[in-house]
């Protein structure tokens, strides 16, 4: 039985323990926004709708900096409406307060647009002509544009596309931003369009087609060396008949042509100069051939064309070899007599050299004939007049400084030929200067932001064995090499784009400038290194979401401290927003609450501001009345025990009895108690229930 009573007893108790519980539950926010999202371009006009489903509430209306409402009693919904919206920041809030005083609110997001004033597209640190095999860097500048996040740079060789570029800095006012593309133009892209589109992807809530605004036609002119087409390298003609030669090369711009003739044979050493492309020879009576030499100011290339002549038996010279000149040998070509085929005689050591700018140099030439009437070096500078008798021949310059040298030792053989082998020499000269910046932007940067790094090389030679290297530390980005060639100084600048994050902050760049000159160069390479570059990232407020809940019950009487917390660089500023008749009291980031209400901290620093909501829901404190209606319980429980117990134990474990007139008496019997198990009875008569008497 008092089992039974102790368990009805704990489940009325739990019973009303879930009913408290129950009345502390919190309905969802009865708002509904239409549209639930809206995209607007600057200055257009904008109208959405707050409405709810509920009926108990005194009243609800719309918080904005521009188009707010005031409380609207006895209605279902309200309108936010502007008709020029140029508030890049703003947050429109829809509110409801209920008949209990609670508030809750549904912030409506805004996207606002902004097509760019003007899109243009350059060369970076070049103007004129582009040289086949180098690289270029095109630019193009977006002036005036938002929200950066959904910009989409695309960029376009004619019809075809060639790159996309994103942003992932999030920024709602408008901004000026670059996008670059790395091109090495060939021949093929003379006279081709590179253009460059601002494209603003909003989404599906966006309009359809997306904004876009297109740069103008960007036309680049291809300079390239002088290349022969394809044509006869030996020409069959009857003796005495007239002949042309055809010598066609193509080049930008075009090469100037020059047609030599090595032969002893008068008409052979016609010569003409200029963009003629034919050269005709009138009676040709013998062999020969002719040298034909393309130039422009990129390069200038020679090939021979062989003239043979079908003359009588009795006249017709021994045919001449048609292999090619290679500088072991050299073509003879007298008119009548058999030809020959003369192996080079001069040896040079070394073969080739690489020299320091204003360095010396010494190079031995060499000849295992002695059938010759001297040797000699032809040189700007260290060259020697012919010397006799001798087997070696030596160039020396203390210190050389000429970039275009070439020196060429020849020999004068006894039979009138003059062969002669060119030295080939490299003349480096390492950077006077190797910065590093930062393209258009000075001060610190913003995480997720696009920037352009720059290493300007000022006066280095050649160009063509430059390597650039880009380093993160001590962790290699990036290679840069050259393919224009040059044999004079130049100056030569380099990029590397970079996205930096926060953890990027205090990291150091540097550019390394290298000269790759082969085996005969020095090791290890010649190097620059550019000093260090230390970039300062800041990046926007992160708010400790883990340590202030959007949602927090707070007892009545009993105060919650709110702590916001957030990381971001510059350091935020940490504001509280708050109804001012609330009773609270903030210190810091820390905030002391009393009452129930939304409560907004905002944090804020010089990249964006950053925030977050938090519902203080009031809830009763149920533990003293709790704490009372147990000891209650517990009181009235005991006292019920006590008595069913005594009721009970009386019952059934008690009789009664009395002593009056009690006699002795030897034989033991039901009625008699007994005097702890001795002889002497004790006479006892059993009375009725309601009489008791001591």
Known sequence: ?????????????????????????????????????????????VSVNCSTSSTDHEGMGWEATFGGTSLEQD??????????????????????????GKQCLETFPVILYKTPDRVSISVLNHSGPMVEGTQYQLQCDIQNIAPLQNLVVKWYKGNELL????????????????????????RDDDGDQYRCRAELDLGREGPQPH????????????????????????VEVSAGSDVSLDCSAEGNPPPELRWTNN?????????TVGRLRTLNISRVTANATYNCTVTNRLGSITKQIHVLVDVPPQQHPTMFSTAPSTPETMTTLPATAKSKVVTFPLELNPPRVVVRYGDSVSVNCSTSSTDHDGMGWEATFGGTSVEQDVNVVTWTVDNLTDWTIEPKCYINLNDGEQPSKELPVILYKTPDRVPISVLNHSGPMVEGTQYQLQCDIQNIAPLQNLVVKWYKGNEPLDNVTYSHVSKRPEDVSATLMISPSKDDNGTQYRCRAELDLGPEGPQPHPTVTSEPLSITVHYKPCINASGLPVRIPVF????????????????????????????????????TVFEAGLYNCTATNDVATSFIVVEVVLNEDYLPLIAGFVAFMV??????????????????????YSLKKAKLSSTPNGNVAQNGGRDTPLPMTKLSQPNIYF
């Open 635 to 656: 009181v009235v429980i005991s006292v019920i025990f006590v008595v069913i117990y005594s009721i009970y134990y009386k019952n059934n474990k008690m009789g009664r």
């Open 556 to 591: 009545r009487g009993y105060p919650e401290e709110l702590v916001c917390e957030a990381e971001g660089y510059p350091q935020p500023r940490i504001k509280w927003v708050y109804d001012p008749a609330k009773h609270v009291s903030e210190a810091g980031g820390n905030l």
């Open 75 to 100: 209605v279902i919904f309200v309108t936010w409406t502007v008709k020029n919206l140029t508030d890049w920041t703003i947050q429109p809030k829809c509110y409801i307060t209920s008949k209990d």
């Open 263 to 271: 032969t002893a044979e008068g008409n052979a050493n016609e010569t």
């Open 1 to 45: 039985m008092c089992e039974i009573i102790f368990s009805r007893i704990f489940l009325g108790f739990a019973v009303l323990l879930l009913w408290m519980a129950g009345g502390l539950a919190h309905a969802a926010c009865p708002l509904e926004l239409n549209p639930p999202r809206l995209v607007v371009g600057y200055g257009d006009s």
């Open 211 to 234: 904004p876009t605004v297109t740069s103008e036609p960007l036309n680049i002119t291809v300079h390239y060396a002088p290349e022969f087409l394809p044509g006869n390298d030996t």
């Open 163 to 186: 790159d996309n570029v994103t942003y992932s800095n999030v920024s709602k006012r408008p901004e000026d931003v670059s996008a670059t593309l790395m091109i090495s133009p060939s």
